[in-house]
C-alpha cells in the first residue's frame, strides 16, 4: 500500500460539499475524579427470601466473578472454592467523616477443607479502594482490610496466620456462624473488634481485636469474601464454598448512595437510520426465561409503552426494532423492567435516555472514536468527561471492547453457560463506564478479536478453528475459537442494534453476519466486518514459517507474497461496498467508512525484530528523537495483508470519495491511500487506543518523500511493508 502520511492529530478533512465530519479520539489519562457529595447515613439489611435462584444478586451488589455467585435457598451462595471470590455492596460505603459503625453477617461453610496455609476463610473486607476514587473501581478493584474466619477455626484482622485450631468454632462451622465487626473512632484513630457468635446459643466463640487504623484505611466499599486457596494454578475448583445471608449494616461513618445501582438494565445502545430505530436493552442475568422488556416515550408527560421485547436467554438482551419513526425531533425514552423481589414482591426499574433528532440540519457531524477499551484506567471517566463536553452526534466502537484478562479472573471458555456469563460480566464493565453516553448518543459498535476471545483472528468465512494447541497455534489455523452459539451470542450484545445487515445470510457453523450501511445527518456510513471473511496467511504462505501472523524466514520476501485468490473483506462484503458507493439516497453528501482497522501496516519496529514481541522492551523515545534502524512491519494482522483484497477494499470505497476510520492498531494515525500511485484514494485515520499497554510506532529511517517544510520526519510518502 502506498501511503501518505500526515502529522498525527493535526489532519483537518475538507468535504467536496458542505458537510465537514471531525472526529474526537478516544485516550487514557489517568487523573483522579472526586466525589464529594455528602450522603446521609442510612442502615442497611440485606434480604433474599423466596427470591429463585439467579445469577444476579440485586442492584445493589457487584460480585466477582459474576458467575461464581447466585442467589438460592433465601442467601447468596458462592459456586466455586477459590481465591478472592467476593460480593461488594454498592449502595453504602465507608465515609471519610469521624463515626463508628457495625456489621454483621450469617456464614455457613460448604466447604470445610483446612488449609495448610490458613488460606481458606470467609468474612469481610473493609474499606475497599481502587486508585480513581469511584464506586465502580471500587467494586472491581478495591482492596481493605480483611477479616474472616478460617475453616481451622482461628480467626484474624488483616491477614490470616497460621494459628492452632478452635475447635469450638469448628463444630460451629457445621450450622453456620454470626460474623460481627464493631469499629470505633478514638483519639484520630479507629479501633475495631471482631466476634465469632454460635447463632444456636448466642455465645461468642472467639473474639479479636485490633487498634490504631488508621482513619484512611477505613473509607470505601464494604465486601464479602470468599477465600480458599488456588491448589492448581487457576484452575476453577467448582466445589461450593460458603453462603452469606441476613447482612445488616448501621452506624454513622455509612454513607447511602442509591444512584449507584447497577442493573436489572445494565444499560442501552441504539441506532437511527433512513426512519428505523433499533434499540438494544442489556440486562442483567436473573435468569428468569420468558420475561420481556418494554420500550416507552413521553408523550405531553406521559410515558407511553409503544413496543414489548422479550429477553434473549443467552445474550441477556432485548432488541427493538421501530420503523417509521418520526427523526425530526428528539424523543425522551426509557426502559422498564419488572425484578422479582424478597417475598415475592416486585419491582419495575427503568433506564431513561434520549432519542436524538436527526441533525441533517448540521454542517458539521462529529464522531467520537474509541478502540482498545482495556481496563488500565476503568471507569475512564476523564474520557467520558471529555466526550460529553464535546457533545458528539455519534459513538464509534471500532473494537476490542473487552479484552479476555478485563477485570481480572482469567477466562472460562467452556462450559457455554459458565462462558457466557464470563463474557457478561466483562461487557457489563464497558457499559458501566460509557452508559451514560450510549444512552443518549446513537452508537456504532462493531467486534474485532478480543470481543471473541481470541489476540488474533483470521475469520475464514465463520469455520472453526484448530480446538487444539498454543494460542498461536489455534489463531494461525484460521476460523473461530469459541463456539457458533457463543460468538453469535457476543455479537447479539454488540452489534444487534445496528441497522439490518445488508445480506443476513449466515457464514459457516450459522455465525451471524452484521455489515451494514447507516444514513444519519447527510453522512452515509458503511459498517463492516474486517475479521470475519479474511484469509489465514500460514496455509497460504507456507514457505514464509508464519507464527501469530509474522514471517519467520527472514530470505522469504514478504512483499512478493501477494496471494490474489486470499480474502480481506470477501466477496459479499466487496459487493455492498460497490453498491454503498455509488448509494446517495436519504439526503447523503458524504461518505465514511467504520471498520476495525485501515487497510494499511502503519508501523515500524528494530530492522532486526521478527515480531512485535520486543515491543515491551523498547525504550520510549523523547520527543524529537527517532530510533535509528525500525522499518515498516508485515504484520499480516493488519490490512495490509493480503494486498489484492486490501486493493480491491480501497478501489470499492474511493469511488464514493470515503473516509476511512477505523481502530485497533494502536497507533493514532492519519494517512492517504494510494493504490496505483501515490495519493490516488482516500483518506484514513486510525483511532488511538484507549488503554495502549501495547504501544506500536511510525518512525522509518528514510523521511517520507514529499513531506511539507516543517513536517516530522515520518510524515510524506511512504510504501507499508507490503508494497
Request: with cysteine; charged share 25%.
Amino acid at each position: 500500500m502506498k501511503l501518505h502520511a500526515f502529522n498525527l492529530f493535526s489532519f483537518y478533512i475538507k468535504q467536496l460539499k458542505t458537510i465537514k465530519l471531525s472526529f474526537l479520539v478516544g485516550f487514557l489519562l489517568l487523573l483522579t475524579s472526586c466525589n464529594n457529595d455528602k450522603k446521609e447515613t442510612a442502615d442497611f439489611k440485606s434480604d433474599f427470601t423466596n427470591i429463585a435462584t439467579r445469577t444476579f444478586i440485586g442492584p445493589e451488589y457487584w460480585a466477582n466473578p459474576m458467575q461464581d455467585w447466585q442467589v438460592a435457598n433465601n442467601r447468596i451462595e458462592c459456586l466455586v472454592s477459590n481465591e478472592n471470590r467476593n460480593v461488594h455492596l454498592l449502595t453504602r460505603q465507608l465515609s471519610d467523616k469521624v463515626g463508628d459503625f457495625e456489621m454483621k453477617v450469617r456464614l455457613g461453610f460448604f466447604n470445610a477443607e483446612v488449609s495448610n496455609l490458613n488460606k481458606n476463610w470467609a468474612g469481610f473486607s473493609i474499606g475497599s479502594k481502587g486508585q480513581f476514587n469511584d464506586y465502580r473501581d471500587n467494586a472491581v478493584f478495591g482492596k481493605g482490610i480483611n477479616i474472616g474466619v478460617c475453616t481451622n477455626g482461628s480467626i484474624f484482622i488483616g491477614e490470616p496466620s497460621p494459628n492452632h485450631l478452635d475447635n469450638a468454632v469448628i463444630n460451629a462451622l457445621k450450622n453456620g456462624i454470626d460474623l460481627k465487626v464493631l469499629v470505633r473512632f478514638d483519639e484520630n484513630k479507629y479501633n475495631i473488634d471482631f466476634s465469632v457468635i454460635d447463632i444456636q446459643t448466642g455465645k461468642t466463640l472467639s473474639n479479636i481485636s485490633k487498634t490504631d487504623i488508621s482513619p484512611e484505611d477505613l473509607t470505601g466499599d464494604l465486601v464479602l469474601v470468599s477465600n480458599f486457596e488456588n491448589k492448581n494454578g487457576e484452575e476453577i475448583n467448582n466445589t461450593k464454598s460458603v453462603w452469606f445471608q441476613d447482612w445488616e449494616i448501621k452506624g454513622s461513618k455509612i454513607s447511602k448512595h442509591d444512584d449507584h445501582t447497577f442493573g436489572p438494565i445494565m444499560f442501552s445502545q441504539y441506532t437511527l437510520s433512513r426512519d428505523v430505530l433499533k434499540i438494544t436493552a442489556q440486562m442483567a442475568p436473573d435468569d428468569n426465561e420468558g420475561k420481556s422488556v418494554e420500550f416507552q416515550i413521553e408523550e405531553n408527560n406521559t410515558w407511553e409503552t409503544i413496543s414489548k421485547s422479550t429477553i434473549d436467554a443467552k445474550a441477556r438482551t432485548a432488541r427493538f426494532k421501530l420503523e417509521n419513526w418520526d427523526d425530526s425531533k428528539a424523543y425522551n425514552y426509557r426502559l422498564a423492567y419488572t425484578l422479582n423481589e424478597a417475598n415475592n414482591k416486585t419491582k419495575t426499574y427503568y433506564w431513561e435516555g434520549i432519542i436524538q433528532k436527526n441533525p441533517k440540519d448540521k454542517t458539521n457531524l462529529v464522531v467520537a472514536g474509541f478502540t482498545g477499551n482495556n481496563d488500565l484506567g476503568f471507569p475512564n471517566n476523564d474520557i467520558v468527561d471529555q466526550v460529553k463536553y464535546q457533545n458528539p452526534d455519534v459513538l464509534f466502537f471500532s473494537g476490542d471492547q473487552i479484552y479476555e484478562p478485563v477485570g481480572g479472573y482469567g477466562i472460562q471458555r467452556e462450559p457455554l453457560d459458565i462462558a457466557t456469563l464470563d463474557y457478561l460480566r466483562k461487557w457489563y464493565m464497558y457499559g458501566w463506564a460509557y452508559r451514560d453516553l450510549l444512552k443518549n448518543t446513537p452508537a456504532v459498535v462493531i467486534t474485532d478479536d478480543h470481543d471473541v476471545y481470541m489476540g488474533n483472528i483470521w475469520g475464514e468465512n465463520g469455520r472453526a478453528s484448530l480446538k487444539n494447541g498454543t494460542r498461536t497455534e489455534i489463531q494461525d489455523s484460521g476460523g473461530y475459537r469459541m463456539s457458533p452459539e457463543w460468538v453469535n451470542m457476543v455479537e447479539r450484545t454488540q452489534t444487534s442494534h445496528l441497522p439490518d445487515p445488508y445480506d443476513a445470510t449466515p457464514v459457516e457453523r450459522g455465525i451471524g453476519v452484521y455489515y451494514t450501511q447507516m444514513n444519519y445527518g447527510n453522512v452515509s456510513f458503511a459498517i463492516i466486518e474486517d475479521r470475519k471473511f479474511k484469509s489465514a496467511p500460514k496455509a497460504l504462505l507456507p514457505e514464509a514459517e508464519i507464527v501469530n501472523g509474522w514471517p519467520q524466514n527472514k530470505a522469504y520476501n514478504i512483499k512478493r507474497a501477494d496471494v490474489p485468490s486470499a480474502k480481506l473483506l470477501g466477496d459479499r462484503q466487496l459487493k455492498f461496498l460497490n453498491d454503498w458507493s455509488s448509494d446517495w439516497s436519504y439526503g447523503a453528501e458524504m461518505k465514511v467508512l467504520l471498520s476495525q482497522t485501515i487497510f494499511a501496516n502503519v508501523a515500524t519496529l528494530p530492522e532486526e525484530a521478527m515480531t512485535d514481541a520486543v515491543v515491551p522492551t523498547l525504550r520510549i523515545l523523547n520527543a524529537g528523537e527517532y530510533p535509528k534502524n525500525d522499518m515498516p512491519v508485515t504484520d499480516m494482522d493488519s490490512n495490509g495483508w493480503p494486498q489484492t483484497g486490501r486493493d480491491n477494499g480501497v478501489k470499492a470505497i474511493r469511488k464514493g470519495f470515503a473516509f476511512h476510520l477505523a481502530g485497533d492498531q494502536h497507533l493514532g494515525s492519519t494517512i492517504q491511500y494510494g493504490v496505483d500511485d501515490f495519493n490516488d484514494s482516500g483518506y484514513a485515520f486510525c483511532v488511538p487506543s484507549i488503554s495502549n499497554y501495547w504501544p506500536r510506532r511510525w518512525y522509518p529511517m528514510v523521511e517520507g518523500k514529499n513531506r511539507k517544510a516543517g513536517f516530522p520526519k515520518y510524515t510524506g510518502q511512504f510504501e507499508d511493508g507490503f508494497t
